[in-house]
């Protein structure tokens, strides 16, 4: 049943995921590219983590991506950075290095960033917000560094920026604590203000790119509409994020 609402829901694209790059992922890049084509996939991200996580690639690496082929499998390949946002509401990475990927997805992970509460937590996100390269929010689900909807659902709007359901976390919700009542609040919020959500695997091996089954059957049991889920039509994903190639 949750495998034929999603091909309903038709996903042509996966973002957020990560290769042997990220220290503790377990594919490379074109083995996650052959993956994504056996899914069906018209266009697959490669969002290593930034630094902060322990084990992860260099700065330097996202420097250096336009060795790779933008098409493998034929499908194609996005490069984004999965920037941790830190204590001072800025992102783990310099700028020269955010400015030449296309895309940044901030995210709050506890390896290298304290719980503030809500309302510091919520300022922290919304200051990465305003970074024009950041167009994404991973996994805003987890009460251990709980957010306040009300204010990141407008602000999201605000600054052009899609909010993410993760499947990974609606898979395995007893890592993410509060991702169910989490995300129910968030998504209310995003019909009601029209803020576009995407919808991503967070994929750290090849077995999981594209698979989305947790996420679109929630997404059914909530009745959240197609028309603010970013990956059901590649080229308005492509506008959303303004990318060219």
């Known amino acids: 049943m949750m495998i034929e609402k999603q091909e309903r829901r038709d996903f042509r694209l996966d973002i957020h995921t990560h290769t042997l790059a990220s220290g503790h992922a377990y594919g490379t890049i074109r083995e996650m590219a052959a993956a994504a084509a056996e899914q069906g996939l018209e266009l697959l991200g490669i969002s290593e983590h930034g630094p902060g996580i322990p084990g992860t690639c260099d700065p330097i690496y996202f420097g250096c991506l336009s060795d790779v082929p933008r098409r493998l499998s034929g499908v194609e390949i996005l490069h984004g950075c999965e920037a941790n946002v830190l204590d001072d509401g800025t992102l783990f990475l310099p700028r020269k290095y955010l ?20 309302e510091k ?13 950041v167009f994404f929010v991973s996994h805003p689900d987890s009460d251990q560094s709980p957010l306040q909807y009300e204010r990141l659902v407008p602000a999201a709007k605000e600054y052009h920026v899609a909010l993410e359901v993760n499947n990974s976390s609606l898979r395995q919700p007893e ?6 009542k989490n995300y ?17 695997s967070d994929a750290h091996d090849p077995s999981k ?37």
Do not use: W
Not at 121 to 133: A, F, R, V
């Open 184 to 200: 129910k609040e968030m998504l209310v919020l995003c019909q009601r203000y029209q803020v576009p959500v995407i919808v991503s």
């Open 99 to 118: 400015e030449g990927l296309d895309y940044i997805i901030a995210g709050i992970h506890l390896r290298c960033y304290h719980d503030a509460g809500p």
């Open 175 to 180: 890592k993410r604590p509060g991702c169910v």
């Open 121 to 133: 937590n919520t300022d922290n996100l919304i200051s990465c917000m305003k970074h024009e390269n």
């Open 209 to 245: 790119v594209g698979r989305f089954e947790a996420a679109a059957a929630f997404l059914d049991e909530v009745g959240f509409g197609r028309e603010l889920i970013l990956n059901t039509d590649t080229e308005r994903f492509k506008k959303f994020i303004g990318a060219s190639c």
